[in-house]
């Protein structure tokens, strides 16, 4: 999964065009393109995301934390399968509008886009895999946590409920390409 962070649609869409440019063109890790099959991305730290439903039922998810460019932009790239209770969770080092697409992205997703108060503000189900279309939230967020395709509407999650993470706080955000 890729992504970039604008302020208008036509800005995300500039900036992915060009962030996909500048991973191509001038990898800095001697292995090449973070979205290459082939690329071996260093192991990502864990965390675990407690999502709470309508019901006040509260839904585990032990995830991967993408907190660099790289592994922002590698996301769950060329993965064959997630298992339930599984997941991706993207720190960004601010709060903004986010894109994301499914680029080399083989398996479908849910796409839960949470502010930095921990607010569920939008959430985008089923992406389909490989789609270069790009998704937006209907809201600004920190965090975007992906789990398998129809696990949102499965459990009942829905805008405007709260989201607690755990073991996030101590793991280093970046911004600039690693």
């Avoid at 849910?110 to 985008?124: C, H, L, P, T």
């Avoid at 946590?145 to 999650?157: D, F, N, R, Y």
């Avoid at 405007?160 to 955000?173: D, F, Q, T, Y």
Wanted: a neutral charge.
């Amino acid at each position: 999964m890729n992504f970039s962070t604008a302020t208008s649609r036509s800005r995300g869409l500039l900036v992915v065009g060009i962030f996909v440019g500048f991973v191509g063109s001038a990898p800095s890790q001697p292995d090449g393109d973070v979205t290459a099959k082939d690329f071996r991305m260093q192991a990502l730290p864990h965390a675990r995301v407690i999502v709470t439903d309508a019901y006040g039922l509260r839904h585990p998810v032990v995830v991967e934390v993408a907190a660099t460019s790289a592994s922002r932009t590698r996301g769950l790239m060329w993965r064959t399968q997630l298992a339930p209770g599984k997941g991706m969770l993207f720190v960004f080092p601010a709060e903004g509008q986010l894109s994301f697409w499914m680029k080399n992205t083989l398996i479908p997703l849910d796409m839960v886009f949470i502010n930095v108060s921990g607010e569920i503000v939008d959430i985008i189900e089923r992406c389909t895999p490989g789609s270069l279309s790009i998704r937006e939230p209907r809201g600004i967020a920190k965090y975007v946590l992906e789990v398998p395709g129809g696990w949102a509407s499965q459990i009942g999650l829905a805008p405007g409920l709260k989201v607690l993470l755990e073991g996030v706080r101590g793991i280093a955000v970046t911004e600039e390409h690693d």
